[in-house]
């Protein structure tokens, strides 16, 4: 078997693996933008720990020279971070005054 052959049957097989793990990276980045726009801290690290899984198998990709789900798995979390922390200070209630 070739060395052409090879690679063409290998990147049949990382593409759609690499692409399950941009949707993982990407359902987890949104969860850890929900989690911070919350306040749970625990959460948000969670889904940041499970990003990191995701991000890695988006990266088999680029084996075949796809590198689109890479870059929406890396993406997708410094936006959602930056969103998250935006909506945590949209939403954050002024404590009741004493007096």
């Given amino acids: 078997?070739?060395?052409?052959?090879?690679?063409?049957?290998?990147?049949?097989?990382?593409?759609?693996?690499?692409?399950?793990?941009?949707?993982?990276?990407?359902?987890?980045?949104?969860?850890?933008?929900?989690?911070?726009?919350?306040?749970?801290?625990?959460?948000?690290?969670?889904?940041?720990?499970?990003?990191?899984?995701?991000?890695m198998l988006s990266l088999s990709a680029s084996f075949a020279s796809e590198w689109m789900p890479v870059f929406v798995s890396l993406s997708a979390l410094a936006v959602a971070l930056v969103l998250g922390g935006i909506a945590r200070l949209v939403l954050r209630r002024p404590a009741p005054a004493t007096i």
């Fill in 1 to 55: 078997m070739s060395t052409l052959a090879v690679t063409s049957t290998l990147g049949s097989v990382f593409v759609p693996v690499g692409i399950a793990g941009a949707v993982i990276a990407l359902v987890c980045a949104l969860i850890a933008a929900f989690a911070m726009a919350r306040g749970s801290a625990g959460l948000c690290g969670g889904a940041v720990g499970v990003w990191i899984v995701g991000t």
